[in-house]
Nanobody, 123 residues
Framework: QVQLVESGGGLVQAGGSLRLSCAASGRTLSRYTMAWFRQAPGKEREFVAAINRISSDTYYAHSVKGRFTISSDSAKNTVYLQMNSLKSEETAVYYC????????????????WGQGTQVTVSS
């Protein structure tokens, strides 16, 4: 059984940086597309970034392009999200997901999810 475990969340001031990690256990996910989503209170879960681990192609939401970077380490079976120039409106629980059956931007495409990690950006 595959488990995804996120870490690296916390409290940061606006303009600051955080790096989130998503470690997979139980099975290697080296051939899976993996993604990060976020969900703020009272809002729907939204796509942040994805990486195709075969081609290494990366995809970003327009709002984070140029500030966030998704990457992976196959040896560690881990995917990262480097977040720079954070904004207060990006306060949310950030989730890692893997193996989409449909479009990578749609949460319902994913069957594998982590428990989430809280990111709080103070203004």
């Amino acid at each position: 059984q595959v488990q995804l475990v996120e870490s690296g969340g916390g409290l940061v001031q606006a303009g600051g940086s955080l790096r989130l990690s998503c470690a997979a256990s139980g099975r290697t996910l080296s051939r899976y597309t993996m993604a990060w989503f976020r969900q703020a209170p009272g809002k729907e879960r939204e796509f942040v970034a994805a990486i195709n681990r075969i081609s290494s192609d990366t995809y970003y939401a327009h709002s984070v392009k140029g500030r966030f970077t998704i990457s992976s380490d196959s040896a560690k079976n881990t995917v990262y999200l480097q977040m720079n120039s954070l904004k207060s409106e990006e306060t949310a629980v950030y989730y890692c997901a893997a193996d989409p059956s449909g479009t990578y931007r749609t949460p319902s495409s994913y069957r594998l999810w982590g428990q989430g990690t809280q990111v709080t950006v103070s203004s």
